[in-house]
């Protein structure tokens, strides 16, 4: 695999569901890999990248962007209430919102700052215990209640449960955003944006089928 493959695989797949090339947006997760293939990807005119933990991504796309010029940086990692702030001075995009205290934090940095990244609601759309995310049952109410905060709400994101089938949960975010009047749909990791496409993905995170395998310290 790797990135040329990756946007071949993407391709296809908009073809096969009857979509419109380049419909889908390609976000190359490179959190926790070595610089020189974050690089490389850059050196091959790569420009969406998402990125897990807020300190990580300061140590390296300062610098990447003094030297490449603008990046679009997604937050796409869960979003501690505390570091919101640097968030918003980084990401172009946030796609990690799953609680009220932190769409109340963000509205009330954006009122300050007259800016806000473009937000997407996660859904917890397996309802598992461990994971981020609004209930399926709590969404519409959630997303009312940003909208009444002015937030800039682009969509939904999912990560359906490991080792589940992932289409009915693609199939389900869908349908949440559809009767949200919400457009975004954040879904599809490296095994599944296939899948992710067919069922209406506007942005696909696709991190070790680009760079590799994550080594972790
Ligand atoms: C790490 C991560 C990805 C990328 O996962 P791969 O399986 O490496 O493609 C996508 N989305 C989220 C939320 C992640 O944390």
């Known amino acids: 695999m790797g990135l040329p493959d990756i946007t071949a695989a993407i391709a296809a797949a908009e073809s096969a569901a009857g979509r419109a090339a380049g419909s889908t947006q390609l976000i190359a997760v490179s959190k926790v890999q070595p610089l020189d293939r974050v690089v490389s990807v850059l050196n091959a005119g790569h420009r969406l990248f998402g990125e897990n933990y807020v300190q990580e991504a300061f140590a390296k796309w300062p610098d990447l962007r003094a030297q490449f010029g603008p990046v679009s940086v997604h937050m796409i990692g869960p979003l501690q209430t505390n570091k919101a702030k640097q968030a918003m001075a980084l990401f172009d995009a946030i796609h990690s919102v799953d609680r009220p205290s932190l769409a109340e934090k963000l509205a009330r940095l954006a009122q300050d700052q007259g800016t806000c990244p473009k937000l997407f609601v996660q ?18 109410s959630f997303v009312a209640t940003a909208r009444a905060m002015d937030l800039p709400l682009e969509g939904l994101m999912c990560i359906p449960p490991e080792g589940a089938d992932p289409a009915p949960h693609f199939a389900m975010l869908r349908a949440m ?4 009047g919400l457009s975004g749909l954040s879904m599809g990791m490296s095994s599944d944006f296939a899948t992710a496409i067919a069922h209406g993905a506007t942005h696909v995170r696709v991190g070790s089928a680009i760079f590799g395998d994550r080594i972790y310290a």
């Open 177 to 180: 955003a559809a009767r949200n």
């Open 123 to 140: 859904v917890n759309t397996g309802v598992e215990p461990q994971k981020a995310g609004v209930l399926p049952d709590a969404l519409d």
